[in-house]
């Protein structure tokens, strides 16, 4: 019986392509646009994600003030109020850290031999590389003697490297940070750009030392980036810099912590919320043409029950019930949807390709979205076919028959 029903369907269907291709318009685009928008969305976060995850296993970082819902609300007493005391109290103290670098940062310009470049100047310890799980492609990292001497050596990030000299040996080579000439002693591994953040490679690396008396003389400190010493006990780790801050700053026991501790967890689950909602917001402005496409179909459906009164007063008259005839005229409308949603699927997936090949844009494609767009497609069709479906099942036989 409902193999009837659906060759009889494509039968009808058929019978008028153009039209039918025209009414399954809407629904292709909606389906398509659906489609591409949910796979980008998808794409932003596992981009999002795996970059967060390359900044480092087991890393916490810290950062002054207190994070709300409703926005940033520094912590009190001052905008900042992280310190390298802080750090080295968190340093003696903590017993489930295995590493832990400040991070001070201003914006620069880097002056090499053949030309400069606006860049990120970190001042950061030896321990940075651990905790980031960074390694260097060419050179060395700097130690803690560099650190103690105050050395003004540099470590550069790839794009640094790549601008400023080519793609030769840089190891030995100087470059001029805000008048003060640096020796370059290694270029980190390339960890390039993603989720539309900014390129992780475009930075250099200074002793933090260095930083504090040749770069800027600030005593604070924009965050301090800790490695537990496994992820099992980052909880746990995450308390425990808690308490010695909380001592550190004098805090009294009913007194809100200044400042925020996150881990990479924390983050993840951050910022999968927020793709989550802007991926749901997107294909929900581009699932509006679906119910355009809908629209039509019951339109071009009432149109059809019309022009064909009289085959349904025939039907009627040999013996078919109102329920047959529902369910024919039911099916079609299904058909039409199923079909312009294979279509649109199909489409959704080419466009998304193309975006990910011209526009370097992180496309992935999820079988449970496609299983999604076919059951958005018998919905509508269900949805906008069952008002037609049910006039031609109501219609008078006599009447019917006599129509023109």
Same mark, same amino acid.
């Given at each position: 019986m409902t193999i009837d029903l659906i060759v009889n369907a494509y039968r009808s269907i058929f019978k008028n392509k153009m039209r039918s291709f025209l009414t399954m318009l809407g629904v292709i685009i909606g389906?398509? !646009?659906?489609?591409?928008?949910? !796979?980008?969305?998808?794409?932003?976060?596992?981009?999002?994600?795996?970059?967060?995850?390359?900044?480092g296993v087991n890393l916490i970082t810290i950062f002054p003030g207190v994070f709300t819902q409703g926005g940033v609300r520094m912590g009190t007493g001052s905008a900042s109020r992280l310190t390298i005391n802080d750090l080295e109290k968190i340093q003696r103290e903590a017993t489930l850290i295995e590493g832990i670098s400040p991070l001070y940062r201003v914006n620069a310009q880097i002056i090499g031999p053949s030309g400069n470049w606006y860049t990120s100047v970190? +001042?950061? !310890?030896?321990?940075?590389?651990?905790? $980031?799980?960074?390694?260097?492609?060419?050179?060395?990292?700097?130690? @803690?003697?560099?650190?103690?001497?105050?050395?003004?050596? &540099?470590?550069?990030?790839?794009?640094?490297?790549?601008? @400023?000299?080519?793609?030769?040996?840089?190891?030995?080579?100087?470059?001029?940070?805000?008048?003060?000439?640096?020796?370059?002693?290694?270029?980190?591994?390339?960890?390039?750009?993603? +989720?539309?953040?900014?390129?992780?490679?475009?930075q250099v690396l200074l002793p933090y030392t260095t930083f504090e008396s040749r770069i800027s003389r600030s005593r604070f400190i924009s965050q301090i980036l800790v490695r537990s010493i496994s992820k099992e006990s980052m909880d746990e780790c995450q308390e425990e810099i808690r308490k010695i801050l909380r001592e550190s700053h004098k805090l009294a026991e009913n007194a809100e912590d200044d400042f925020t501790i996150r881990n990479q967890t924390d983050i993840l689950e951050t910022v999968g919320q927020t793709s989550f909602l802007?991926?749901?917001? /997107?294909?929900?402005?581009?699932?509006i043409s679906l119910i355009v496409g809908g629209v039509g179909i019951m339109n071009i459906m009432l149109v059809s029950v019309t022009e064909r009164t009289r085959? #349904? =007063? #025939? $039907?009627?008259?040999? +013996?078919?019930?109102?329920?047959?005839?529902?369910?024919?005229?039911?099916?079609?409308?299904?058909?039409? &949807? @199923?079909? =312009?949603?294979?279509?649109?699927?199909? /489409?959704?997936?080419?466009?998304g390709i193309g975006i990910e090949k011209f526009f370097s844009w992180k496309v992935v494609f999820s079988l449970p979205v496609f299983f999604l767009s076919f059951f958005f497609s018998i919905a509508v069709g269900i949805f906008f076919g069952f008002y037609p479906a049910r006039k031609a099942a109501r219609l008078n036989p006599i009447e019917a028959l006599r129509y023109e």
């Open positions: 389906i398509a !646009s659906v489609t591409v928008m949910v !796979s980008i969305g998808l794409g932003v976060q596992k981009q999002i994600e795996d970059q967060i995850g390359s900044m970190y +001042g950061v !310890s030896e321990d940075y590389f651990k905790v $980031r799980d960074w390694s260097i492609q060419e050179g060395e990292e700097f130690t @803690l003697a560099h650190v103690k001497t105050k050395a003004r050596v &540099c470590v550069l990030g790839n794009t640094v490297a790549t601008n @400023l000299f080519g793609n030769g040996n840089i190891v030995g080579e100087e470059v001029r940070i805000q008048g003060n000439r640096f020796k370059i002693i290694g270029v980190l591994a390339s960890r390039g750009v993603s +989720g539309g953040m900014s390129d992780q490679d475009d802007l991926t749901v917001f /997107l294909a929900s402005i581009a699932g085959e #349904i =007063g #025939i $039907r009627i008259a040999v +013996g078919a019930k109102e329920k047959d005839i529902l369910l024919q005229f039911l099916f079609e409308a299904i058909v039409l &949807c @199923l079909m =312009g949603g294979l279509i649109g699927v199909i /489409l959704g997936v080419i466009v």
